[in-house]
């Protein structure tokens, strides 16, 4: 099939590729030259693992393509796939503004039947809109669907070519037909719905992996009360084939391009219908004050902050990407530094993404590791990348001016930490704090 998506992000850029991947010929469009012309140069905007390899190998094939070329690209395609961003606005809506725009662009440039897919995260409702604005646009005949995107930065690729699961919500038997086509070599799972549906699996999904993330840094919460290890009760949870053991890990909170903003704009869905999302609410409520156990754990070890220097390892939201939207280290470092610590901090992808939001008149940006670590009174992990998993304690020991370690992943085990002189603090395992067993309360 031809195929032409329509912005070049995440979600754009790597499921037209895999798409090309497929088979299928592909034209990747966007309204930013520099993009277009990086991607025809053999870069890539951002960083995913496999993604520039099999860019260049399609590329090659002729199966892939970019440009800045809207109306040609519509003419060219049988579907066209909406994949512009949807970012929060300040009432924690969803901005549809690229999407109406990319909408009215289509219309105008129709020259005959197409099926309209959109995979942009959009609100219930949006797919009939995106029908109005097309059909104000054009005389010709053409079917919308909404197939949402389920992909997890730093596995894009495996997600989009190995998918749970396949949704597709459409009304017209003829785009069924034809995206049921396009899709099945993906996986035999999958779901046809109503439109509406369709839009609101996406955010439904999403709040509930959002709830269980809350749901665990809560119940590590307890656990540091109690005595217990939040990493044993997980484990034990999981094994329930009710619960499932994904999203059971403890830590700093979600952060990313859509944990955050999906959970705000079904609030306000829910709103604009009347209706209190309490419990989304909390889980919201929850997951920024998680953030700020690192800080208050800092305060209370070295007695204040100001004046202090702090490490930080980890500005990205996750491992394995660049991407520094909605990350806990945002709102982590903007707390140490009204606090009066100065802050050395490094990530090995993600450190020009973060200073060119966050700014970089204050923060230290460190070339590596042991830079960031080095004469600092406390180093604090933010984000789970392998590198700082292979550092051994005893080299993080020697490089701090103060022992103190503030694991706010839980990448280390206890048997590592008692091998050091390290005062140590993780998420919900108080028995390792401080480097040794305490002892639990007395209930």
């Not at 440039?109 to 054009?138: D, F, L, Q, R, W």
Request: aromatic fraction near 8%; charged fraction near 25%; include cysteine.
């Amino acid at each position: 099939m031809k195929i032409a998506v329509i912005g070049t992000g995440y979600v754009g850029l790597v499921s037209g590729v895999c798409f090309s991947e497929l088979g299928n010929e592909v034209v990747c469009v966007d309204k930013i030259p520099a993009k277009i012309d990086r991607l025809n140069g053999g870069e890539v905007p951002i960083y995913e693992p496999g993604l520039q390899s099999m860019i260049a190998s399609n590329k090659e094939a002729g199966r892939l393509r970019f440009t800045t070329d809207l109306n040609a690209s519509v003419k060219w395609s049988d579907i066209v796939i909406i994949a512009v961003g949807t970012p929060s606005l300040p009432n924690g809506q969803a901005n549809l503004g690229y999407v109406e725009e990319a909408a009215r662009e289509i219309g105008n440039a129709m020259n005959g039947y197409k099926i309209i897919v959109t995979k942009s995260t959009v609100p219930v409702g949006t797919n009939e809109k995106i029908a109005n604005i097309i059909a104000n646009h054009t005389e010709k005949p053409f079917d919308v669907a909404s197939v949402p995107e389920f992909l997890r930065e730093g596995t894009a690729i495996q997600d989009t070519l190995h998918p749970d699961r396949i949704v597709i919500g459409t009304d017209s038997p003829k785009a069924k037909e034809w995206l049921v086509e396009l899709h099945k070599s993906l996986t035999p799972d999958i779901i046809v719905t109503d439109i509406r549906s369709a839009e609101m699996i996406k955010y439904a999904s999403n709040a509930f992996l959002a709830t269980k993330i809350s749901f665990i840094n809560e119940i590590a919460n307890i656990c540091e009360k109690v005595g217990a290890d939040v990493t044993k009760v997980a484990s034990g949870m999981g094994y329930d084939k009710r619960i499932g053991s994904s999203f059971l890990k403890a830590g700093i909170g979600y952060g990313g391009s859509c944990f955050p903003k999906d959970t705000q704009a079904l609030v306000q869905i829910a709103g604009q219908m009347n209706y209190d999302f309490k419990l989304l609410k909390s889980v919201i409520e929850v997951n920024r004050d998680q953030r700020l156990n690192v800080v208050r754990k800092l305060e209370s070890l070295l007695d204040g902050l100001a004046g202090t220097t702090i490490g930080v390892w980890g500005l990205a939201f996750k491992p394995d990407t660049d991407d520094v939207r909605e990350s806990p280290a945002l709102e982590i470092i903007a707390a140490l530094e009204r606090r009066g610590a100065k802050v050395k901090a490094y990530d090995p992808i993600a450190k020009d993404n973060f200073r060119d939001i966050y700014g970089s008149n204050t923060v230290i940006y460190c070339d590596n590791a042991k830079e960031a670590a080095w004469q600092s009174d406390a180093l604090c992990i933010l984000t789970e990348w392998q590198e700082f998993q292979q550092i051994p304690l005893t080299d993080i020991e020697g490089w701090l001016k103060l022992p103190h370690l503030i694991d706010g992943r839980n990448i280390y085990d206890e048997g590592q930490v008692a091998n050091t002189n390290l005062v140590y603090y993780s998420v919900g395992r108080p028995g390792m704090n401080r480097g040794a067993k305490e002892q639990a309360p007395v209930l």
